[in-house]
């Protein structure tokens, strides 16, 4: 079993800034994809970026240039760095991880609302 717990999050201006953390214990071990999504109301959860155990990193094309995933292995955590955020990038924000056996979990969810 892994367990994730979200950090940061919140309220922003249009063109600020937010770091999201997520702090994961458990069978660490065993994970091999750690990843970020978001769900906007009435949406679907869409992923905004995830990274490999090896260090491989994609984002989604809406977040390029502007998101950041990193991880710190010794710490067990996953950070998701937003600059020049957008209003519609206001949604709830969760945190994933994957295991070798491709199985899923996910954190409580953060919100993050951007405004105009």
């Known amino acids: 079993q892994v367990q994730l717990v979200q950090s940061g999050g919140g309220l922003v201006q249009a063109g600020g800034s937010l770091r999201l953390s997520c702090a994961a214990s458990g069978s660490t071990s065993s994970i091999r994809t750690m990843g970020w999504y978001r769900q906007a109301p009435g949406n679907q959860r869409d992923v905004v970026a995830t990274i490999s155990l090896g260090g491989s990193i994609n984002y989604a094309d809406s977040v390029k240039g502007r998101f950041t995933i990193s991880r710190d292995a010794a710490k067990n955590t996953m950070y998701l760095q937003m600059n020049s955020l957008k209003p519609e990038d206001t949604a709830v924000y969760y945190c994933?991880?994957?295991?070798?056996?491709?199985?899923?979990?996910w954190g409580q969810g953060t919100e993050v609302t951007v405004s105009s």
């Open positions: 994933n991880a994957q295991n070798i056996w491709y199985k899923n979990y």
